[in-house]
């Protein structure tokens, strides 16, 4: 009798369980679609009628990411022309979300800066001139930034860079001054100092780029990158000193190819990389976003469906659609991956783990 009532119980907690994974509920559906997109929009003011207002309505989205430029034309404003414009913008932007939503940035400081001191914003260095600095210079100039962040309405920063400066002729990261250093310890001292002044003012930090891209010799913006032959091991040491401290909430994945991890896909798409080496190896229990998925290193080489469900299927919790290299229609992106999940391509329970991973960073920020 024992046996039959623990067998009932098991079957009730399993019917229980396979019932919140599962929906026939297409409007459900695309909501949890809605959740794992976070995009791009081309308004430096927004209503009621704006489409990405609509989007943000219909489909819950998870976030939106913001530039002051558009990619095709550096004379336009696209998101941000000053402190008060953006604090606007961001303000409008939570007020037409039902749902806590990321409003994100890519404020690395140098030359990678959305809010640039030309729209009247202050100067943060890069971080390779950081990393010349003493520790309390560090902590003074990091904490300004993220009070700056914090007042333009800004609760997400895809930085800091935690890619190791191991190759001199790399342009992206190297010669761009994004990197800390070559010593892994010394990465994880500045990159530590940076997340916990974003920390302090509630702003998710988000690390990137994983695998590691600093050993590269080409730029993932404009095709395709194989980093197999200068990828070492050594560039995961930042992420597993920093998943050790259990104070990383996102880590973003690159759009490298490497064969010593993957024979077939590059890293975002990677099943290897990002369930294997990331989640189960590493242990990292965070949320993982990818590269902008319109970058030529992938979007060249597969289709929006396959880059989807790659995504998707390999452990990416939320897709990056920054509508600046390509316009990508977020109506047609949810109805694709919508179909992908009804015909079994992905999954919902895969969907359904993104949404409470999701779920979960919004209830830590708020108990801090």
Not at 48 to 75: P, T, W
Request: proline share 3%; with cysteine; charged share 25%.
């Amino acid at each position: 009798m024992k046996l039959i009532k623990l067998f009932l119980t098991l079957a009730l907690i399993f019917q229980t369980l396979s019932a919140t994974e599962t929906t026939n509920d297409d409007a459900k559906l695309k909501k949890m679609i809605g959740r794992m997109l976070l995009v791009g929009f081309p308004n430096e003011n927004i209503n009621e009628n704006s489409e990405i207002v609509r989007q943000i309505k219909s489909y819950e989205l998870g976030g939106v990411i913001l530039f002051d430029r558009f990619y095709s034309d550096r004379n336009k404003t696209k998101n941000i022309s000053s402190p008060k414009q953006l604090q606007e913008l961001t303000s409008k932007l939570k007020s037409f979300s039902t749902k806590p939503l990321l409003i994100s940035v890519d404020q690395e400081g140098g030359k990678v800066a959305r809010l640039k001191p030309a729209y009247g914003f202050s100067v943060t260095p890069s971080a390779k001139q950081i990393s010349t600095l003493h520790v309390k210079e560090a902590k003074a100039i990091y904490n300004a930034q993220a009070q700056m962040l914090k007042e333009s309405g800004i609760n997400c920063d895809f930085a800091p860079v935690v890619d190791l400066a191991v190759n001199p002729k790399n342009i992206v990261i190297y010669g761009l001054e994004r990197s800390y250093g070559s010593d892994s310890k010394e990465v994880v001292k500045y990159a530590k100092i940076f997340m916990d002044s974003l920390d302090s003012e509630s702003i998710f930090s988000v690390l990137k780029h994983f695998p590691g891209h600093g050993s590269s010799l080409s730029d993932s913006h404009k095709g395709f990158v194989d980093i197999s032959d200068t990828w070492s091991e050594i560039e995961l040491e930042p992420y597993i000193e920093l998943i050790k401290s259990n104070d990383v909430s996102m880590i973003m994945t690159a759009h490298v190819f490497n064969s010593q991890l993957d024979s077939k896909y590059p890293a975002t798409l990677s099943y290897k990389v990002n369930t294997e080496l990331l989640r189960e190896k590493l242990g990292y229990k965070g949320i993982i976003i990818s590269d902008d998925l319109q970058m030529n290193a992938i979007s060249e080489h597969y289709s929006l469906e396959e880059r989807v469900t790659l995504a998707i299927n390999s452990g990416v919790d939320i897709l990056l659609f920054g509508n600046q290299l390509a316009i990508q229609d977020i109506d047609e992106l949810v109805e694709v991956i919508l179909a992908q999940i009804k015909n079994g391509a992905i999954s919902q329970k895969r969907v359904s783990d993104s949404n409470k991973r999701i779920e979960e960073l919004h209830k830590k920020r708020k108990k801090l």
